[in-house]
């Protein structure tokens, strides 16, 4: 199982950017998905998360300008990004807390899956 994340790139304040997440392998399910990131000299933070069946979460510094959604069928997470600021500039990545997986005819659970991380650099 692998998560590969892309879309990050430089923009301008103001600017918008959208960063998508594919989890490959022999899924059966995956629970929540989220994105984090992690700006140089700040710890690792949740930038919004959505679960299976479509609720989501944002941290409060986000509301408003950004949007997660998934698309099961693709297994894959989307994070659109509106009027960013030079703080929203960091490594983002995505993860998902627990996934189900096909071994042979069977499944497996899995926990705590991580991109690789996608670079957004905001320019004032």
């Known amino acids: 199982v692998q998560l590969q994340a892309s879309g990050g790139g430089l923009v301008q304040a103001g600017g918008s950017l959208r960063l998508s997440c594919e989890v490959f392998?022999?899924?059966?399910?995956?629970?929540?998905m989220g994105w984090y990131r992690q700006a140089p000299g700040k710890q690792r933070e949740l930038v919004a998360s959505?679960?299976?069946?479509?609720?989501?979460n944002y941290a409060d510094s986000v509301k408003g300008r950004f949007t997660i959604s998934r698309d099961n069928a693709k297994n894959t997470v989307y994070l659109q990004m509106n009027s960013l600021k030079s703080e929203d500039t960091a490594v983002y990545y995505c993860n998902v807390d627990q996934l189900q997986y096909y071994v042979g005819s069977y499944y497996r659970r899995g926990f705590d899956y991580w991109g690789q991380g996608t670079l957004v650099t905001v320019s004032s």
């Open positions: 959505v679960t299976s069946n479509g609720r989501t």
């Open positions: 392998g022999r899924i059966f399910s995956v629970n929540v």
